[in-house]
């Protein structure tokens, strides 16, 4: 244990006894360059947890916080205390950019680390997802990008039917979470994503055997390859999700990082610090005071580029709490390659770009921006990296954005960005070690979860129903993985 003469105190916050599941203090402590939470349970004692690798990166992420936006209406109407108002509440800091849709527990695989309870207990009525969507519209009114998770969501009977209902809604883009396996087994179903519109978020830790034994509980490398294969040759669009674990498959962040940047139809990566929750992760053996944190990933992308990226290219994301994501977009450029956006924008042209929206340039103020930073280019120094490459893609991007016929839509921006622009975000969920009251008030990404399904632990301490007939809660990411599951 830390003892005073090891560490300098910073602040307290509140988190969770990794032990029995209650809100503790927790204390913000500085030792040796890192940052640990110090925690004492009345009922279980003492624990402490490494939450990030680099002071100095948790020390800066903090100046890039910014105002949230007022979601346009709440389905929790009275705060009774936090978390337990969970919603949103009136409380609540920031809306909705991401929501992800459970529409299923039931699950081809049994990974050992996985974050979720599948219980294989249920497939989400469609009446159901209506309803999730109806209250979707009500506090957001459009949505950028609406994710469908599970479990695994291509084992619902009706998967399709909800592909189908998300194209008639207001959605600019639906993606969907899955291991693959489905694909292999429905190949038409590539092509049915494509047709509408989806990006397949493939799980894809790697491509070495160990990997996958070591965190899926079985060899699937060759299947990775054989989905990879085919959603290449059917030219469907795709993201690639890693979950990161220290010890196993750092040394795949090359040849990921390769195999991203050679293929056209690879829109963005997520990096995922293993988040130890669910019927998996939370006995997934590991030490809470040596894992792999976000300052650890990005240097990890960094050293693994090839001298593409450096780690001065990712910034937090100040749409949700910064110490939960960090990111950097990338444009593509006419002699091939790419330069990291950040390294071409002014930083603060470049924040308020993403400071509500975890999506590049999704809203006509985004664009207006985006035109004032091209004005300032054309005057800028030659010393700004592949100005000139970057100032063309740019003006090609704005050109076919102003060639649409159907005006602005977030859809239309999406359908032209995604040919241009790559994405790679680092996202740390939180877990009952890591847990921070305070990142959860400003978490963006909400898993609807309609009136009726039962919250554990957060029912049993009061949490009040949606005051709206028909409304589902909207509940924080990190609050659900670990307070309602």
């Known amino acids: 244990m830390l003892t005073l003469e090891d560490y300098t105190y910073f602040t307290t916050t509140r988190s969770l006894c990794p032990a029995c599941g209650g809100l503790v203090d927790a204390k913000v402590v500085f030792s040796k360059g890192k940052v640990y939470f110090l925690k004492h349970c009345p009922k279980d004692g003492p624990s402490q947890a490494l939450v990030c690798g680099d002071v100095a990166w948790y020390l800066d992420s903090l100046t890039y916080l910014k105002p949230g936006t007022e979601p346009k209406a709440r389905s929790v109407e009275t705060y009774a205390g936090c978390p337990t108002s969970c919603g949103l509440c009136p409380q609540h800091q920031q809306h909705t950019c991401v929501p992800i849709i459970e529409i299923t527990d039931h699950?081809?695989?049994?990974?050992?680390?996985?974050?979720v309870k599948n219980r294989d207990s249920f497939f989400l009525p469609f009446e159901k997802f209506q309803g999730i969507m109806d209250t979707l519209e009500r506090c957001e009114g459009s949505l950028n990008l609406v994710n469908l998770s599970g479990g695994e969501p291509t084992l619902h009977p009706e998967f399709r039917r909800f592909v189908e209902h998300l194209a008639s809604r207001k959605v600019a883009k639906t993606s969907v979470s899955t291991n693959g396996l489905g694909l292999l087994k429905q190949p038409d179903l590539v092509d049915f994503l494509k047709d509408h519109g989806v990006v397949v978020s493939l799980q894809l830790d790697g491509f070495e055997p160990a990997t996958y034994k070591s965190l899926r509980g079985t060899d699937l490398s060759a299947d990775k390859k054989r989905v990879l294969d085919l959603l290449i040759r059917r030219e469907a669009p795709f993201s690639m999700t890693v979950t990161m674990v220290r010890g196993v498959n750092e040394a795949e962040v090359p040849g990921l990082l390769e195999l991203f940047f050679k293929t056209d139809q690879a829109l963005s990566m997520m990096f995922q610090p293993c988040c130890h929750t669910g019927t998996g992760g939370a006995s997934f053996g590991r030490d809470p005071m040596d894992i792999l944190t976000i300052p650890d990933v990005v240097r990890l992308i960094a050293d693994g580029s090839g001298g593409s990226l450096k780690r001065s290219d990712f910034l937090p994301l100040p749409c949700s709490h910064p110490a939960c994501f960090a990111l950097t977009y990338l444009i593509k450029l006419p002699g091939g390659g790419f330069t990291p956006i950040p390294r071409i924008f002014e930083l603060d042209d470049y924040?308020?770009?993403?400071?509500?929206?975890?999506?590049?340039?999704?809203?006509e103020g985004n664009v207006g921006r985006i035109k004032d930073s091209i004005y300032r280019l054309w005057t800028a120094s030659g010393s700004i990296p592949d100005r000139s490459g970057a100032l063309k893609s740019i003006k090609a991007i704005l050109s076919e954005l102003n060639e649409l016929k159907s005006g602005f839509s977030p859809k239309a921006v999406m359908s032209v960005t995604e040919k241009h622009v790559k994405s790679i975000f680092i996202h740390?969920?939180?877990?009952?070690?890591?847990?921070?009251?305070?990142?959860?008030?400003?978490?963006?990404?909400?898993?609807?979860i309609p009136d009726g399904r039962p919250l554990s632990r957060l029912d049993r301490s009061g949490t009040p129903a949606p005051e709206t007939p028909g409304a589902c809660r909207l509940m924080p990411a990190c609050v659900f993985n670990n307070l309602c599951r």
């Open 107 to 115: 699950c081809d695989l049994k990974c050992p680390l996985c974050l």
């Open 351 to 363: 924040l308020d770009v993403i400071k509500n929206n975890a999506l590049f340039g999704m809203d």
């Open 428 to 448: 740390h969920f939180m877990d009952s070690h890591t847990f921070d009251l305070s990142r959860a008030v400003k978490c963006c990404q909400h898993y609807p």
